[in-house]
């Protein structure tokens, strides 16, 4: 984690570029919007991966999730979007409870096996109960309707209203990992035998970070669905389960800030890629990218910058324990 | 409750082994993986899903005939596992398993986009081989006899698997390396050549049940995607790691899901991860496994 006044400075920064991303040439500013919904969500996903070590395979769970409880409940008469934006976070932090309950005891691989494999149960919910879900087509989002007198139907006047969200939610997730309650949960990923033979009851610990990081991925899904103006199927697909991972390594592990970073090369890149004669095949170079991460900088980009630049920061993921001598 | 025949049951039966055998094959292959190197590899339905495209481009190409198939495809296959295992893989077994899972991950986006730009996303037929046409009488039904193969085929390859590993020097020697790799390597065992060998016989099963599939099914660059999140639920019911366990699971989850779909049709595809989410809750280990691989 970058604290202090260095971190108020990248904060205040990548606040700056989300001001004035819309204007920046060649943004289209739906895209500028994802961009901004899936930065929150590696943040949302950074607080329990990198502070509690626990690597989920089914956040999409919460992201698609939400998103298509704030479309239902838009299409069911809540004509409030702010409203709907609550109701799917609520949906978010009640699932992400139960799914914590059931999940958070256990670690490593089988801790990325269960929250996979709910987060199918979902999927394959959301595929069949038409009547409630679209099936296939996604859920429509209706209208977004107004906040404030000002209409969010107007994108430019949406992604404000999400970059004002996400800075929030940011600078709520920030808060909670520098605070002592961050402190005791990178104290567990270090050692969990050690936190608990002084006393901390790591599973509820560990439930808490898994509350708040499902939270905060549902409302980085809701307003990913507002943005564009449908929940779906792909939203809840366990393949953007590993897009949100991948973001989030490939700007750094538990570094906060990286993870947004990441987000935002990732999306860039899959834009990019897309306008060239390969077309739709971008998991071809997001693939090529993401491996390369994998082997030989997996500290991140924000994570190998940290480690150049201060030798001995501390960061997650970085001793070597040995599974299998080669 | 909808009323349900007995035949018609028996015929749901008979769908489930045949799922269960896929499921088993490819479950055997991820469980013995997983037991060697720890690894819970997310390209094996990448390796399932060549499988069946050597068996398509062979026929196509060079009519390779099906049974000629299930032999060259595993064999491809499986040397395509191990040159991934020696170039890539093997770079982070000492690192935390996470990070080779999410390696595995990111081969199978590269992969399957590579097969979609080569054989376009909407997949093709493969035909059932003569000899195999048709259906045989079972008594109470008539009952495709490609897919009565293909439960006989299942079977003798995972008891010969089963027995090969508990039984053989060479079974022997795998389980010694899975249990304790650097006491086996005090023996003078070359262990990282057995983890390379089993990593690409567990990529030659899934082409196996890949090649096996093709007739069934559309052979497409997303078939894998449809089995592997299954068969990551069905090797954690069997208990991760164990052979035994990743079979029985196997073949007993596919009559359960098949049967559970009579009963209530929407329950079909979840069923697999309801039961998974069970057992983990109350045998952590898994059905089969021992309680300390469960970390």
């Not at chain 2, 081989?129 to 109470?140: H, K, Q, R, S």
């Not at chain 2, 359960?256 to 039961?275: E, H, K, Q, R, S």
Request: hydrophobic share 55%; with cysteine.
């Amino acid at each position: 984690m970058i604290a202090g006044r260095r971190g108020a400075l990248v904060g205040a920064v990548l606040l700056a570029l989300g001001l004035v991303l819309p204007f920046v040439p060649g943004v289209y500013i739906v895209f500028a919007i994802d961009l901004v919904c899936f930065a929150l969500v590696a943040v949302a996903f950074d607080v329990l991966l990198g502070f509690t070590g626990l690597l989920s395979f089914g956040h999409a769970l919460f992201w698609g999730g939400a998103g298509y409880v704030a479309t239902i409940a838009i299409a069911h008469g809540v004509t409030s979007f702010p409203l709907a934006l609550l109701a799917g976070v609520v949906y978010a932090f009640f699932l992400s409870a139960l799914v914590g309950a059931i999940s958070v005891r256990r670690s490593g691989i089988y801790f990325a096996m269960i929250t996979l494999a709910i987060a199918e149960i979902q999927y394959f919910f959301a595929l069949q109960f038409i009547d409630l879900t679209g099936g296939e087509n996604g859920y429509p989002v209706t209208t977004r309707g107004t906040l404030f007198g000002l209409s969010l139907e107007d994108d430019h006047v949406y992604y404000y209203l999400v970059l004002a969200v996400a800075t929030i939610a940011t600078a709520v997730a920030v808060r909670i990992v520098t605070s002592p309650y961050g402190a005791v949960l990178a104290a567990m990923r270090e050692n969990e035998n050690r936190a608990k033979s002084i006393g901390y009851d790591t599973d509820r610990l560990k439930l808490a970070a898994f509350v708040i990081s499902g939270t905060l991925a549902g409302l980085a899904g809701a307003l990913y669905a507002g943005a564009n103006r449908l929940a779906s199927l792909d939203a809840v697909d366990w393949h953007t389960s590993g897009a949100i991972v991948m973001m989030t390594i490939l700007g750094g592990i538990g570094t906060i800030y990286g993870p947004m970073i990441g987000a935002g090369l990732f999306q860039s890149l899959d834009f990019f890629v897309s306008k060239t004669p390969i077309g739709d095949k971008t998991n071809i170079v997001m693939g090529l990218v993401f491996a390369i991460i994998i082997l030989i900088a997996r500290r991140g980009i924000v994570g190998e910058l940290m480690h150049r630049l201060r030798p001995g920061a501390v960061l997650p993921f970085d001793d070597e324990q040995p599974i299998l001598e080669p | 409750m909808p009323h349900v025949s007995a035949d018609y049951l028996l015929i749901q039966i008979f769908n489930g082994l045949v799922n269960g055998g896929f499921y088993a094959l490819l479950a055997l292959g991820l469980s013995i993986i997983f037991g060697m190197l720890r690894i819970v590899n997310f390209a094996h339905g990448v390796m399932y899903m060549l499988g069946a495209f050597v068996a398509y481009y062979g026929a196509q190409l060079i009519h390779l005939p099906f049974f000629a198939a299930l032999i060259v495809a595993p064999i491809v296959v499986g040397a395509f596992g191990l040159a991934i295992e020696v170039t890539l893989l093997r770079r982070l077994y000492n690192l935390d398993p996470l990070y080779n899972l999410l390696l595995t991950f990111a081969i199978v986006l590269v992969v399957e986009d590579v097969m979609r730009l080569a054989a376009g996303a909407l997949g093709s037929p493969y035909e059932t081989p003569g000899i195999l046409a048709g259906a045989t009488n079972l008594g109470f039904t008539e009952y495709p006899t490609y897919r009565l193969f293909v439960i006989v085929v299942c079977l003798i390859v995972c008891a010969a698997v089963y027995v090969g590993i508990e039984r053989s020097r060479l079974g022997a020697r795998i389980r010694a390396a899975t249990e304790k790799p650097q006491l086996t390597r005090a023996f003078g065992i070359d262990t990282s050549r057995l983890v390379s060998g089993t990593f690409a016989f567990g990529a030659a099963l899934a082409a196996l049940a890949g090649v096996l599939a093709a007739p069934n099914t559309n052979v497409s660059p997303t078939m894998g995607d449809a089995v592997i999140i299954n068969t990551f639920a069905i090797v954690v019911i069997g208990g991760l790691g164990s052979i035994l366990g990743s079979v029985v699971a196997g073949f007993a989850l596919g009559i359960i899901a098949a049967v559970g779909a009579v009963l209530y049709p929407p329950i079909a595809n979840t069923l697999i991860f309801i039961v998974m989410v069970l057992v983990i809750l109350f045998r952590p280990a898994g059905l089969f496994g021992t309680p300390e691989r469960s970390a």
